[in-house]
C-alpha cells in the first residue's frame, strides 16, 4: 500500500538541498556553531536515513525506534514485545551497543538492504540451540564477536505484525560518544518515536529534550513510563500526563509499565500483560491502513515542514561563518598590502643602498661586480623578511581579537605557518632568483647595444649598475648616469623600466606567497558564500515543489 504520494521532482529538490547541507561547514566557534554543527548533523541524519528513503518507497515497512536514557529498559521492552530474548539487558551499562532491528520474516529484504541506515552494517544474528537457549536467551555471532565498525544486528521473528519493525537503540545518554551519536542518528530514522523513561527520571531534562524535538518535527510519537513502582503508579502517571499536557503533548499515547516482582522472571521477560497495550497500538499502526498512513505520512510531513525554520537558521550560522572568514582574509590582506607600500617606499628611498653595500658601492668597481650585486641582494632580502616579520604580527594581532582567528592560533593541527627561519630561505630564494633574472635582461640588453659607435658593454657591469640604480633611490642616481653612457639614454630607460617590472613582480610575489601560506589554515576550513546562498535556493525550490 502507497501511503505517500511523491514526485520525483520533489525528490530532486530534497538531493539538491542535501547536498547544500553537506558542504555547509561550521568550523570556527562562534555562537551558536556548535547548534549549527548538530543541526546539520541530525538534517543529514534525517535526509539520508529516514525521508529520502520513506519518499523514494513510500510503501515500506514503518520502523519504530525504541530510545531513552541509561537503564530506562529498552532493551527488556523490544524483549518482551517480541517474546524472546532478542536484545542484551542487564545491569552492566552501556548494555545496548550494537543496535538490534526486529522484523517480520517477510520484511526481511527491506532492512537487509541498506535504504535504511546506509552508514551501518546488516549483520543477520544466527539463533543455535543451547543451554542459554533453554533459559530463554539467544545467541549470535553478532554477541560473540564485539563490532570493529557500527553495525545493526537484524533478527526476524513472526511474532512482529508485518510492515512493522522495532529497533532497539543505544542509550542517548551513554557514556561513549559514539553510542549517544548513534542514538541520536537511529531516532532521526524512525517513522515511529518510542521514548522509554522510568518514574525516578521522567523530569529530567534528556527526556523533555527528545519530546520537544518529537513535537517539533510532529513526528509520530508514543512514551513509556517504565519501571513505576505499582503502589505509586497512578500518581507518577497523572503528573507525568499532567507535564505532557502542559509541553502541548497531552496527545500522545502513554503507557505505563509497572515494576512488579515477576518482571524479573522470565528471563528477563516483562510479563505479557504489562505490555500488551502498546503492543496493540504498535500493531494497529502497522495493520490499519489509516493508522498506517497516518504514522508515516505525519512523521514524513512534519520533518518536511521543520525545514522551513530549520534551514534559514542553517543558513544564518552559514552566513556568520563566511563573515568571520573573510574578516580574517582582510585582516591578512591588509598587513601584506601593507608591507607592500612599505617595501616600495624603503626602495624607493633607497634604503637597500646601506651598510656594505654603501661601501661597496663607494669603492665600484673596484670591489667587484659580483660583490655589490650580492650585498644589495642581501639588503633587499634583509628588508623583505623584517616587512613580512612586521605583518605576520599584524595578522597575529588582529586574529587575536577574533574567536574564530584566536582558534586558529591555538589548534596545532591548523596553526598558520609561522616559521620564520622557513620564511626568511623562501626570501633568499626569491631574490637569488629575482638577481638570476636581472642579470639576463643585463645580458640581452647588453648584447643588442653593441655597435660601431660605442665599445661592447660587460654585461655584468651592467647588471650591477642596474641594481644599484633600482635600490640605491638618490644615492643610486650616478649608477644611472653611468648605465646611460654605457647603453646610451633610451636603452638605459627602457632596460631600467623592464628591471623595475621584475622587482615589482618578485617582490608582489613574494608577499603573496606569504599571505596566502598564511591564510592556508582559513582557506582549509572550506567556508564560502556559496554555502548560504545554496541553502536558501534549495529549501525555495522543495517549497515550490511541494
Request: glycine residues 6%; proline residues 6%; charged residues 25%.
Amino acid at each position: 500500500m502507497v501511503i505517500l504520494d511523491v514526485r520525483p521532482e520533489l525528490l530532486d529538490a530534497l538531493s539538491a538541498l542535501r547536498d547544500g547541507v553537506d558542504a555547509a561547514r561550521f568550523p570556527f566557534p562562534l555562537p551558536g556553531a556548535a547548534r549549527a554543527r548538530q543541526a546539520r548533523r541530525e538534517l543529514l541524519t534525517q535526509l539520508d536515513d529516514y525521508l529520502v528513503p520513506r519518499l523514494r518507497a513510500p510503501e515500506a515497512p514503518l520502523l519504530a525506534v525504541v530510545g531513552g536514557s541509561t537503564g530506562a529498559g529498552k532493551s527488556t521492552l523490544v524483549n518482551s514485545l517480541v517474546g524472546r530474548r532478542v536484545s542484551a539487558s542487564g545491569v552492566l551499562r552501556p548494555t545496548t551497543r550494537t543496535p538490534v532491528l526486529v522484523c517480520h520474516p517477510e520484511d526481511r529484504a527491506w532492512f537487509a538492504d541498506p535504504r535504511v541506515l546506509p552508514g551501518l552494517t546488516r549483520t543477520w544474528s544466527v539463533r543455535q540451540r543451547s543451554r542459554a537457549d533453554e533459559d530463554g536467551q539467544d545467541r549470535s555471532d553478532a554477541d560473540r564477536h564485539a563490532p570493529e565498525r557500527a553495525e545493526l544486528r537484524l533478527e526476524a521473528d513472526d511474532s512482529l505484525p508485518r510492515g512493522l519493525a522495532l529497533l532497539d537503540a543505544p542509550d542517548i545518554d551513554s557514556l561513549v560518544t559514539r553510542n549517544r551519536e548513534l542514538a541520536a542518528e537511529l531516532i532521526c530514522a524512525a517513522d515511529i518515536w518510542i521514548l522509554v523513561t522510568t518514574a525516578s527520571r521522567y523530569a529530567d531534562a534528556l527526556p523533555w529534550h527528545l519530546l520537544r524535538a518529537a513535537k517539533e518535527y510532529d513526528v509520530t510519537l508514543a512514551t513509556v513510563l517504565d519501571r513505576v513502582p505499582h503502589q505509586v503508579a497512578d500518581d507518577i502517571s497523572r503528573h507525568y500526563a499532567a507535564l505532557l499536557t502542559k509541553a502541548g503533548l497531552g496527545d500522545v499515547p502513554r503507557f505505563t509499565v509497572p515494576e512488579l516482582p515477576e518482571s524479573a522472571a522470565g528471563a528477563g521477560l516483562l510479563p505479557q500483560t504489562t505490555v500488551a497495550a502498546l503492543r496493540a497500538w504498535l500493531a494497529h499502526c502497522a495493520e490499519d491502513p489509516a493508522a498506517r498512513q497516518h504514522a508515516a505520512r505525519r512523521t514524513a510531513v512534519g520533518t518536511l515542514d521543520s525545514l522551513r525554520g530549520r534551514l534559514p537558521a542553517l543558513a544564518a550560522a552559514s552566513a556568520a561563518q563566511y563573515a568571520a572568514a573573510q574578516r580574517l582574509a582582510r585582516a591578512a590582506e591588509d598587513a601584506y598590502d601593507q608591507a607592500a607600500v612599505r617595501t616600495a617606499a624603503a626602495v624607493d628611498a633607497g634604503s637597500s643602498l646601506a651598510g656594505e653595500a654603501l661601501a661597496y658601492w663607494e669603492s665600484y668597481p673596484a670591489c667587484g661586480t659580483d660583490a655589490l650585486q650580492r650585498a644589495l641582494a642581501e639588503e633587499l632580502a634583509a628588508l623583505l623578511r623584517t616587512e613580512t616579520d612586521a605583518a605576520d604580527d599584524r595578522v597575529t594581532e588582529a586574529w587575536r581579537r577574533e574567536p574564530a582567528g584566536a582558534a586558529l592560533l591555538d589548534d596545532p593541527a591548523a596553526r598558520p605557518d609561522r616559521d620564520r627561519v622557513a620564511v626568511a630561505a623562501r626570501i633568499d630564494k626569491g631574490v637569488r632568483r629575482w638577481r638570476r633574472g636581472l642579470a639576463e635582461l643585463a645580458y640581452a640588453e647588453a648584447r643588442s647595444a653593441r655597435g660601431a659607435d660605442r665599445p661592447a658593454a660587460d654585461p655584468e657591469d651592467v647588471a650591477a649598475l642596474l641594481a644599484t640604480v633600482l635600490l640605491g633611490g638618490r644615492a643610486g642616481s650616478p649608477a644611472g648616469e653611468r648605465l646611460a653612457e654605457t647603453l646610451g639614454a633610451q636603452a638605459a630607460v627602457r632596460l631600467r623600466d623592464a628591471a623595475r617590472d621584475l622587482l615589482d613582480d618578485a617582490v608582489t610575489g613574494l608577499l603573496s606567497r606569504e599571505r596566502e601560506r598564511r591564510l592556508a589554515p582559513v582557506d582549509g576550513c572550506d567556508v564560502t558564500a556559496g554555502q548560504q546562498s545554496s541553502l536558501i535556493a534549495a529549501l525555495s525550490v522543495l517549497q515550490k515543489e511541494r
